[in-house]
């Protein structure tokens, strides 16, 4: 069945170090990936995204990596600051069916000053 | 900026209530969606519409019903609420404007005594 699932509940690093957050996926037919960040209390924010037929995708400060091959997605953060500690989520969705996300479970990224 | 709008952040209702949430978007987006979210179970799709008097049911779509009258607009009802829904209760939105990319609310603390 379909799943998307982290590799490490707790990710802790230093303030200006790169993060790395990685979220496997089982379902080969998934074509549309989306990182969201929550912080406390407050919902997910869209942070990034990636379609099937890309293996890269830039933003500010954050890289989105896809390997189908192995069906595992990457967040890296550059320059990681203490804003950016929060919750990661993954999600997927499918080229068919319905519209909706499924999310793992989430990866808690703590910036150490 | 997207914007989704959930009417309760906080709420406590006792065992038995009729408990109704209450999200709007500003977006003119065709699809809504109700997650609940859970420590260690990350976030989990109830139901969702993708048109006026439209709906599908998600994962968990037990105890729950929802009510889309108007396309901005969508309710998710508790007919009967039970100590065991007591969650963080978040609304999304979707549409051709934003691609795949799935807005959320700040979401809804219900408590349940």
């Known amino acids: 069945g379909e799943s998307v699932g982290l590799h490490l509940p707790t990710l802790s690093v230093q303030e200006g170090d790169n993060s790395i957050i990685n979220c496997a996926y089982s379902?080969?037919?998934?074509?549309?990936f989306i990182w969201y960040k929550q912080e406390s209390g407050k919902g997910p924010q869209f942070i990034i995204d990636?379609?099937?037929?890309?293996d890269k995708r830039q933003g500010q400060r954050v890289t989105v990596l896809l390997n189908k091959t192995v069906k595992h997605l990457s967040l890296q953060i550059a320059a990681t600051q203490p804003g950016d500690s929060a919750v990661y989520f993954c999600?997927?969705?499918?080229?068919?069916?319905?519209?909706?996300?499924?999310f793992g479970s989430g990866t808690r990224l703590q910036v150490q000053p | 900026d997207v914007k989704v709008t959930q009417s309760s952040r906080y709420l406590v209702k006792r065992t038995g209530e009729k408990v109704f949430l209450e999200c709007v978007q500003d977006?003119?987006?065709?699809?809504m969606f109700w997650y609940r979210q859970d420590p260690g179970l990350g976030l989990r799709l109830i139901y969702f519409?993708?048109?006026?008097?439209?709906?599908e049911k998600g994962d968990i779509p037990e105890g729950y019903s929802v009510s889309r009258e108007k396309k901005e607009r969508f309710s998710l009802i508790l007919e009967s609420a039970s100590t065991n829904q007591t969650s963080m209760y978040l609304c999304?939105?979707?549409?051709?404007?934003?691609?795949?990319?799935?807005?959320f609310g700040e979401g809804s603390w219900l408590t349940v005594v």
């Open positions: 999600a997927e969705k499918l080229h068919t069916g319905r519209r909706a996300l499924t």
């Open positions: 977006m003119d987006h065709e699809n």
């Open positions: 999304a939105s979707s549409g051709p404007v934003s691609g795949n990319t799935i807005y």
């Open positions: 519409s993708y048109d006026v008097k439209m709906k």
């Open positions: 379902n080969s037919a998934s074509d549309y």
């Open positions: 990636i379609r099937s037929n890309m």
